[in-house]
């Protein structure tokens, strides 16, 4: 006898069966494989909630901020909020709450050769309203009537079942809210040669159940289309770069992702020819191909780059990997590639300094690289440069017979590379810009290193009359002045910076603080606090793995925070201040700086973040790790 199924049980079943049925493919089962490039955040809803909890997001929403955000939020929506709404006659509001599930932006190769100009880069977004399907289908309707009113022409095209409008796009047809922001381009006309107006675009958009699609042809989404109805063309999880790097990479459930296919674009960029040679507008510098730039610096060996970001209780992580392989690694990639050594902070690092690198980079490999790929690209390249130091050479050994730059300065490098920086000592926006620091530079010789570099400077900077080398404890500090910047009426203004240099502890040690420099050679007889010995430090790094992979630093974002606030408080009204954080100035002219909070009642959103890379034989990888503020918690 068979038994009969609970009614409870089998609505639950059905429930659940089309859930499944409704569920969108993630992006990579709807991108198709010739995808160049995918960033997406898998889960809007997640994303959305988790950053809200982030230090920078409860920041800004702290009632301390309220003036500066009130503000800047009310010039936000005059200048651009406003403005963007009435050109396409809509809402923004409206839009906001739709991503639910992923958004994608993606580049498909979509035939894509560099070489025949009608073929170009499919462009497609992908946005998930899940639950709010219903409100996406009746925004769209409403904006397709604005379309229509404003006399688009706009067609109906469908794809295995999907309707998708299509819509011509001109730069005309770019908000003048937006265009605003960008620089006109003026025409440029080659002699002898005609130009050719721009193709006319498209905007193709449609709506399969919750998900909206959106690309620059019908031939972009057609593979989404393809695959959401059942296709088995190959998607994304079928290109063998990215599921090794999707393995590797993007596990973990990050917030959001990218990808780029490193080798499709090279390898493309690497067949287009160089363009004829026109009579008519003839150049001086020749032409180097784009294969043999493309071989020289390494970019045809890589295959891939991949970033995650992703948040936690702990704190926030982002990762950036490189996919270049040890056998066919070469140019900047191997120039720059850290060796597997110590990067640990030294004890002469004080526990003030607030930006601190080592980098163990071998600049004795990395100068024969260098040659390789400058003969490589263009022979006569290396020899301007080899001409450069030979003047160089003839020019100190009028002075000192047995001066040489090979011998003295690139023989004598070493392979571990130092730098930090106190906070500023003034609170301007120029003292933020021009903080206390210290390089280092590891050599076998440094005294002669050091003698050899300041002479180098000495020329460069067409410096004849350098002032004393001092002593101080047994040191010999070298200063040469630095040229002075350019005013705006073409005058160079007075110069008052020089560069300090000396060798102490295996190393030559250079700034334009002679104060740094003197606390770093009493460091060696009075070691200060270290840096290394600060709270939470050592278990920050051994959280992106740690500090012998070659490359690690520290930046302490409260303190630099600290100095920020007040130099942009101090600065506020100045529109002739520096600006080191390149804000647009539009976007600057919104924000009243004379408004944020004393420092000391936000500091608590602060704290301090580490970062490492390493080289394997697999690739290049960089990781960065905040923790989340203590007062956080």
Known sequence: MTKKIPPAFLVAFLILTAALRAAIPPAENLLPADTLLVISAPDCATFRATLHQSPQILLWNDPLMKPFRDKFMAKLHASLVAPLEHDLGVKLADFSDLPQGQLTFAVTQNGWDGIDEKKM????????????????????????KKWQDAGKPI???????????????????????????????????????????????????????????????????????????????????????????????????????????????????????????????????????????????GLLGLKSATFTYRETHDGSEGDFFLSDPESSRAGIFKIFAAAQKDASVPAFVPADAVKFWRWRVDCQKGWTELQKTLAAVSPSALSQLNSVIDIANMMAQQKDPAFDVRK?????????????????????????????????????????????IKNVALLLYHSQDAPATRDFRGKKIYTVPLPAPRMANGMSAPSTQSLYLAASGGSVAMTKDSSMLENYIRSAENPPPPLREIPGLAEAAQRVGGMSGGLFGYDNQNELMRAMFKAFKNSSGDATASNPLMIPKKLRAWMDFSLLPDYSQVSKYFYFSVFVGSTTPDGISFKAFTPRPPQLH
Not at 121 to 144: F, M, V, Y
Not at 176 to 200: D, Y
Not at 255 to 262: D, E, K, M, P, T
């Open 121 to 144: 880069p499919g462009i497609l977004l992908l946005l998930d309203a899940r639950d709010k399907s219903g409100l996406l289908k009746t925004n769209l309707a409403a904006l397709q």
């Open 155 to 297: 067609r109906t095209e469908t794809l295995r079942g999907i309707k998708f409008s299509i819509v011509p796009l001109s730069s005309n047809d770019v908000p003048a809210a937006i265009a605003k922001f960008f620089p006109k381009r003026q025409p440029v006309q080659e002699l002898g040669k005609e130009t050719k107006p721009s193709a006319p675009g498209q905007l193709v958009v449609g709506q399969f159940e919750s998900l909206l699609i959106v690309g620059n042809s019908l031939s972009a989404v057609a593979p989404v289309a393809a695959h959401l109805t059942g296709s088995a063309i190959p998607t994304l999880a079928a290109n063998a770069n990215f599921a090794a790097d999707q393995a590797a990479q993007f596990r973990g459930s990050p917030l959001y992702y990218g990808w780029f296919n490193a080798k499709t674009v090279f390898n493309v960029l690497a067949q287009i020819p160089p363009p004829e040679p026109n009579p008519e507008a003839p150049t001086l510098v020749p032409r180097i191909p784009w294969d043999k730039v493309l071989t020289a610096s």
């Open 408 to 452: 003295n300065l690139i023989g004598n490098l070493g392979d571990d590379l130092i730098s930090y920086q106190k906070a500023p000592a003034g609170t301007s926006l120029a003292d933020f810009n021009n903080p206390p620091s210290l390089f280092l530079m590891a050599a076998s010789n440094p005294d002669q290193v050091a003698l050899a």
